[in-house]
């Protein structure tokens, strides 16, 4: 049940270092350099040397995927693209042979991601599943997979199934590195080190659960907000807009950073709050010039950051501190604010959060 929490989503979103811990479980040995995906042992060869990786999904999944082409680029070096799986299947997509698909989904059940993996199984490409529910359909029609072990996921709004899908894919692009020599031996017992350090980071970072309930009693009476966040915390604000629209209905956009300046500026004014996700990375110095431009338009900011970090906090309204780690690991981490902030607004305008109107845990129709 729901283990003394008033909701699912509540429960889910505070398991997130039990399962990130689950999901790294017997694959993940920081300290004899190992990393071990059973799922990959057949499927290595074909991996490492894929012209291509096209990765499936949707929701929040497709968010995960975002997230795993950073990953897949800079740590492996093959060019990777994102589709949603309603738009791939019913485009003639070029799929050869060569092309490694890797299928997202939480539920496994999803008919535009199974519609997705026949078609490019059609044409020949090797498909990989990243499933959380165990014997599910689309866990079935891959070829191989690996299993995000998240445990049930109840609340209609995807958590803690996100930051484990992240979790397989990132050990997935460490050990693609490694296989191909993209990524040096000592860069990548660095990386196998700090990635077993997220769950407590997590657990740290759920600690800010006070403080943002304070921000979300002072917003939960907007109508739009903005997320906006950089490289690997650009799916990030995607994935935060999401979660609030879908639960407490507040309209939300996610969008690049340095998109803003493209159209949605135009629509800062003092009644609209902006969340920016501007940790300690390659493109700090960026974001922070984008959250003076929002404050210089009276935008109302709320501002994840780093620990420590003391530029952000001049400039913004609220910030939330979250534990230092590898730039590439920083959405395990970050989304975790996120979830919390939509839980509490949509709880503070009486909505149903584990159930939210028009919504299903698995979308079985196209
Ligand atoms: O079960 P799946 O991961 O395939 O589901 C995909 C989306 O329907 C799902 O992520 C949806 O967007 C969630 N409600 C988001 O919280």
Redesign the pocket.
Known sequence: EKGGYEHFMLKEINEQPRSIADCMRGRLDANNGRLVLGGLRDYMNKFQNADRIIIT?????WHAGLVAEYLFEEFARIPVEVEYASEFRYRNPVINEKDFVIA???????AD?LAAIELAKSKGATIFGVCNVVGSSIARATHAGSYTHAGPEIG???TK?FTAQISVLTMMALKLGYQRGTLSENRYMQLLSELETIPSKVERALQLNDKIKEIAAEFKDSRNFLYLGRGYNFPVALEGA??LK?ISYIHAEGYPAAEMKHGPIALIDEEMPVVFIATKDSSYEKVVSNIQEVKARKGKIIAVVTEGDTSVKHMADYVIEIPETEEAFVPLISVVPLQQLSYHIAVMRGCNVDQPRN?AK??TVE
């Open positions: 999904a949707c929701g929040t999944s997202i989904s939480q539920s496994g059940e999803t991601t209609v709004a995807s199934a999401l979660k879908e919504l698995s979308v």
